[in-house]
Structure formats: structure tokens, C-alpha cells
């Protein structure tokens, strides 16, 4: 029963890329059609696949498959991320920053689809090095992998929460007067 219901929600997907690739054979060229491909659920579920087919539809419908399978919680606090977090993958780095309610998601392309998927209403991302969506995807999802509650983060060092959360205004106050 608990299968049914978890496949019972609606879980939306978005299409990243989609390349024409080529196989170079003995008479020729074959092409075939790669897509990548993005499906959330919009609250705190996101994964993605990558499909290849001779048409679009069917390497569209394999990376969805795929997608479904890869599927991760992304943990989030008021509807952004708990920390500043990097997450890299190959030559392409991807900062993410947390912001202020009602700032809205200020990302480019595959970031911004991930993002927004993932249930993350508000945060500030930059992405360095390559460019290209394949390894922007993988990087974003490594650096969401490596968000945790402060529940969690206090259970994995064996304190208390409370003493463990430290506001980032208190800490920048503390540098300033230091100077």
C-alpha cells in the first residue's frame, strides 16, 4: 500500500536537453536522439535520468524511467536551503546559497528546473566551469545530496540541536568586533 500511494503523487518532469548523436558505421552515420531529463515532485523529491533512443519520444519516456528510479529527498527549511552549499561535479561547480523568503529562485537553466522541482522556493545559485547541462545537473544534485537538518546534523555529532545551531548574523558580528 505504501508503493501505491507514494506513485499516487503527481510528479512532474522537464526536459533538460535533448542531442542528436551520431554512430559512425561502415555505410554511414546512425543517428539516434539522447535526452536528459528532470522529475520532481515539487515538494522535496527530485532526480534525474538520461535516455537514448532512435526517436525523441521514446528517449524522452527512457530518461523519465530512469529519472523515477534516481529519485532523492532534498531536505529544505522555510522553503529554502538550510546552508551554503557546493556541489561539483567534473569541471563544473555549482554554489548555492540560501535566501530570503519572498527573493524567489534566482538560477539559470538546468539549476533553476532542479530547484524549482525540488520543492526550493527561494535560493541564490551560481554555476563556474563548464557550462554544460549534463554535468550542471549532476553537480547540483551532489551539492542537495549534501544538505541535512540541524536534527540530523546534531544526531550525527551526538549534541543538542539547539546548541548546535549557530546564526550566521551572530558569527559575521562576532568577526566585525573582533576587528
Not at 551520431?22 to 528532470?38: C, E
Not at 561535479?89 to 519572498?102: E, L, N, T
Request: proline share 3%.
Amino acid at each position: 500500500m505504501a508503493r501505491e500511494s507514494r506513485e499516487a503523487e503527481p510528479l512532474q518532469d522537464r526536459v533538460i536537453h535533448i542531442a542528436r548523436v551520431a554512430k559512425v558505421v561502415k555505410g554511414g552515420r546512425r543517428f539516434s536522439f539522447s535526452a536528459l531529463v528532470v522529475v520532481g515532485d515539487g515538494k522535496e523529491r527530485v532526480g534525474f535520468g538520461l535516455g537514448k533512443a532512435g526517436e525523441v519520444p521514446d528517449a524522452i519516456r527512457k530518461a523519465s524511467d530512469q529519472a523515477k528510479k534516481n529519485m532523492v529527498t532534498i531536505p529544505h527549511v522555510e522553503g529554502t536551503i538550510p546552508f551554503d552549499v557546493i556541489g561539483e561535479y567534473g569541471a563544473c561547480k555549482v554554489i548555492m546559497h540560501p535566501a530570503q523568503k519572498g527573493k524567489g529562485i534566482i538560477a539559470g537553466g538546468a539549476v533553476r528546473v532542479i530547484t524549482e522541482l525540488a520543492g526550493i522556493r527561494d535560493i541564490v545559485c551560481k554555476v563556474h566551469g563548464t557550462k554544460n547541462s549534463g554535468s550542471v545537473v549532476r553537480a547540483t544534485i551532489d551539492g542537495l545530496l549534501q544538505l541535512s537538518t540541524i536534527e540530523e546534523y546534531a544526531a550525527r555529532k551526538g549534541t543538542n540541536p539547539e546548541s548546535t545551531q549557530q546564526k550566521r548574523n551572530e558569527a559575521a558580528g562576532t568577526k566585525k568586533k573582533a576587528k
